[in-house]
Structure formats: C-alpha cells, structure tokens
Nanobody, 119 residues
Framework: QAQPVESGGGLVQPGGSLRLSCAAS????????MGWYRQAPGSQRELVAI???????NYADSVKGRFTISRDSAKNTVSLQMNSLKPEDTAVYHCKVVYGTGSGPVERWGQGTLVTVSS
C-alpha cells in the first residue's frame, strides 16, 4: 500500500507548539505534492497546508502565519511546524502524498496523528 507514516501529535496547551512529520514511500513514483489535512470531530476533512515538488506552498487561512510546511525531497518527508496553537486546531492530522505516475496522479493517505490543544 505504501501508506505514509505520520508522527509528532500529542497534547499541548494553547499557545504552544508541535511539529508533525510524515515519511512517504519511495516505491511508487516521483512525488508531485505532499500535504497536511485535518479532521475535527463532527467536521469534514480540510486542507491545512500543501507543498509541491517545486516548493510552492498553500495554507488554509486559519493557519497562515502560525503553521509552516517544509519538505525534504531527498528523504521523502514533509513536516508541519505548528506554533501559537489554539483549541480549534484540535483534530486528527493526516498526511497526503500525491505521486505522478504514467497513468495519472495517485494519492496515498496516512492513518493520521491526533493533536489536542487544551489547558
């Protein structure tokens, strides 16, 4: 399945920081983009941040200025540095990897890592 593997979630107080990491498989094809999505209880999954192979980034308005996505292409990893965390950032964070294959893009999702922001 070549599922990405996330790490770094946990419990943090409001105003604190966490760093999430995701390791993608090298076995499918060249990676087109890597991104982070989150899903809070009772809510739909939403985009948090994405970075392309060319280094372009896109962020949800709710995290701009607080979260930073970065990528290590040599290691096929993507990280999400989360600062100034708020209770509304509480969610399961999923990594998504998009591979560019000869048959078209192929997506792989990680199982997710829980981030809880609470005092």
């Amino acid at each position: 399945q070549a599922q990405p593997v996330e790490s770094g979630g946990g419990l943090v107080q409001p105003g604190g920081s966490l760093r999430l990491s995701c390791a993608a498989s090298r076995s499918i094809a060249a990676i087109y983009s890597m991104g982070w999505y989150r899903q809070a209880p009772g809510s739909q999954r939403e985009l948090v941040a994405i970075i392309t192979s060319g280094g372009s980034t896109n962020y949800a308005d709710s995290v701009k200025g607080r979260f930073t996505i970065s990528r290590d292409s040599a290691k096929n990893t993507v990280s999400l540095q989360m600062n100034s965390l708020k209770p509304e950032d509480t969610a399961v964070y999923h990594c998504k990897v998009v591979y560019g294959t000869g048959s078209g893009p192929v997506e792989r999702w990680g199982q997710g890592t829980l981030v809880t922001v609470s005092s």
